[in-house]
């Protein structure tokens, strides 16, 4: 079983609302990712949390503010967005991030609408 | 960092044709390179990878193959059918930092 699930699904918020996007997995992963994902274009990385520690931050604003509670959970803190910052916010994981399996599964994704 | 090209970006076929989508990368410290399908509404599944120390992988219709010398990976598929109409992405990564290609829109007529 490759899942991973992604709630809510959809989501509308107003620039000054604080919401939480969430990420759940059950394979083992230790190693979790956010990505953001424009219309039409390729996923972008945003956050890596590498057996629950941050390890890659990819100068991304501090509105959003990634958490990573346990192994099989992700959350991504938002708040004080922009309209520009509406997009498809995908999170994904892979076995180990410290050995050789790097594949990554997604989840369907969340998508983001800041009126 | 790392910087990956696709092409085309566009890609339409008859079905039962072939599909090939190419797809550069600069950093030759990456060692993984896999293929996303992303359809509609969904997120990217992971259909085929390779690693740097294979030069061909081959799962039935969908094969790739990667050229270290020249950073350059390629997706063919064959046999296409309609089913196979998404976007597909390339991507080259060194451990957990993976950097997608633009991708290519697939559309496979029937």
């Known amino acids: 079983d490759t899942e991973v699930t992604q709630t809510p699904k959809h989501l509308v918020m107003g620039m000054t609302n604080k919401k939480s996007l969430k990420c759940e997995q059950h394979?083992?992963?230790?190693?979790m990712y956010w990505y953001k994902q424009k219309a039409k274009k390729p996923p972008e990385l945003m956050f890596v949390?590498?057996?629950?520690?941050?390890?890659i931050n990819e100068s991304v604003p501090s509105r959003f503010s990634p958490e990573c509670p346990n192994s099989s959970l992700l959350n991504l803190h938002l708040h004080a967005l922009q309209p520009e910052d509406s997009a498809l916010y995908l999170c994904?994981?892979?076995?180990?991030?410290?050995?050789?399996?790097?594949?990554?599964?997604f989840g369907p994704g969340t998508r983001l609408t800041v009126t | 960092g790392e910087n990956v090209e696709q092409h085309p970006s566009t890609l339409s076929v008859q079905e039962g044709d072939s599909a090939v989508i190419k797809c550069t990368y600069s950093?030759?410290?990456?060692?993984?390179f896999p293929w996303y399908k992303q359809e509609l509404g969904k997120g990217p599944q992971l259909i085929i990878d390779?690693?740097?120390?294979?030069g061909e992988k081959k799962d039935q219709r969908i094969a790739v193959t990667l050229n270290k010398t020249a950073k350059h990976f390629s997706l063919h598929i064959t046999e296409t059918q309609p089913e196979d109409s998404a976007v597909y992405f390339c991507?080259?990564?060194?451990?957990?930092?993976?950097?997608f290609g633009a991708g290519t829109r697939l559309t496979v007529k029937p």
């Open positions: 994904a994981s892979s076995q180990d991030p410290g050995g050789s399996s790097y594949e990554q599964y």
């Open positions: 394979m083992g992963h230790r190693a």
């Open positions: 949390y590498s057996y629950e520690k941050l390890s």
């Open positions: 390779i690693r740097s120390n294979v």
């Open positions: 991507a080259a990564s060194i451990r957990d930092d993976m950097r």
């Open positions: 950093d030759s410290a990456s060692n993984y």
